[in-house]
């Protein structure tokens, strides 16, 4: 990886995705999986856990590479990602150090609001 290496990724947030990872995460916060309660509480309709977003990010970094590879991911959360919402995974390489690459990261919706912003990974770059 080199200064200026630019990534993006793109993903379908799918229908039954804040259901599905329910499911695998044991969280099932009624916001995520009953758009009706998610309404009645002020969101648009049910959403998104955070983390099933940042595995999307952590997904645009690394593809199918190593996940022994990764060896830090934050994220500030923006905005609540809804159902069948198009993401961007947006990232730059702002630094090399030795073996490892760090990388500046944002999400991006289908309107060009940001959902994820302050995104930084480091990577093993080889």
């Known amino acids: 990886m080199k200064v200026g290496e630019k990534i993006s990724f793109e993903v379908e947030v799918k229908k039954y995705a804040p259901h599905h990872y329910a499911g695998a995460s044991l969280d099932f916060n009624p916001i995520h ?7 009645k509480v002020g969101l648009p309709g049910n959403i998104l856990h ?9 997904r645009g970094v690394m593809g199918s590479k190593d996940p022994s590879k990764i060896k830090k991911l934050r994220v500030r959360f923006k905005q609540p990602v809804l159902p069948l919402e198009k993401l961007t995974v947006k990232g730059e390489v702002t630094g090399v150090e030795g073996n490892l690459a ?3 990261l944002t999400v991006e919706n289908q309107k060009g609001e940001q959902v994820i912003s302050n995104g ?3 990577v093993e770059a080889t």
Do not use: H
């Open 102 to 104: 760090g990388i500046d």
């Open 33 to 39: 999986i009953d758009s009706d309660f998610a309404k």
């Open 120 to 122: 930084f990974a480091v």
């Open 50 to 58: 955070g983390l099933c977003t940042m595995a999307y990010v952590y």
